[in-house]
Structure formats: structure tokens, C-alpha cells
């Protein structure tokens, strides 16, 4: 089992910046990704970014530009900047982790919110 606890949601006007923060309970090994999807209120969850522990990387193109994901490997951790936030980007923000050493079964943190309101 692998549990992911988030952390770094809140609210910021539009314009503005946030920091997300997911950690994982155990160290991460052998080929995996862990990233970040989002569900709006009456929506369905979509992805928002992935890095594979290998370095590739994946972004909806809604965020381009604006979000980066990043890890550090060493600490089981992965972080999504969030910078120019838009109103459309209010959602509740999930990590995700998937890997071999798990047979690439999803696990999810529990949820962090983000809403962009002036």
C-alpha cells in the first residue's frame, strides 16, 4: 500500500500563485509516475500533470505554461507550482502515484482544494 497526504491548498484571487505538496508513505521504487488531476464541482477528474521517475513529463494543455511539476525522488515527494490562477482552476486537486513495484494500480491522496475567487 501506498498512501500520498497532501497539502499547500487554499484561496488565491485570480493572478495569483500556490504550492501543492504530496508525499509518499514509503520510499518509490523501480519505473513510476506520480502527478496531479483535478475534479471541478460537476465534472468529471482530469489530468492536470505526471512526472515518470525517468524524467518525462505531461501537462493538460490548460495548465501549460502556467503549472510545473516537479519531484524529489530522495524525499517521495512531488509538488505542482501553480502560477497566473484562473477561476476555471477551482477544483478539488488529487496526487496520484502509479508504478511497477505496485503493478501500476492508482492510489490517491485525499484531496486538496484550490479555489481562485476575487
Given at each position: 500500500q501506498v498512501q500520498l497526504v497532501e497539502s499547500g491548498g487554499g484561496l488565491v484571487q485570480p493572478g495569483g500563485s500556490l504550492r501543492l505538496s504530496c508525499a509518499a508513505s514509503r520510499s518509490i521504487v523501480g519505473l513510476n509516475a506520480m502527478g496531479w488531476y483535478r475534479q471541478a464541482s460537476g465534472k468529471q477528474r482530469e489530468l492536470v500533470a505526471t512526472k515518470i521517475n525517468t524524467g518525462s513529463t505531461t501537462y493538460a494543455d490548460s495548465v501549460k505554461g502556467r503549472f510545473t511539476i516537479s519531484r524529489d525522488n530522495a524525499k517521495n515527494t512531488v509538488y505542482l507550482q501553480m502560477n497566473s490562477l484562473k477561476p476555471?482552476?477551482?477544483?478539488?486537486?488529487?496526487?496520484?502515484?502509479?508504478?511497477?513495484?505496485?503493478?501500476?494500480?492508482?492510489?490517491?491522496g485525499q484531496g486538496t482544494q484550490v479555489t481562485v475567487s476575487s
Open positions: 476555471e482552476d477551482t477544483a478539488v486537486y488529487y496526487c496520484n502515484y502509479k508504478g511497477a513495484a505496485w503493478n501500476w494500480r492508482d492510489y490517491w
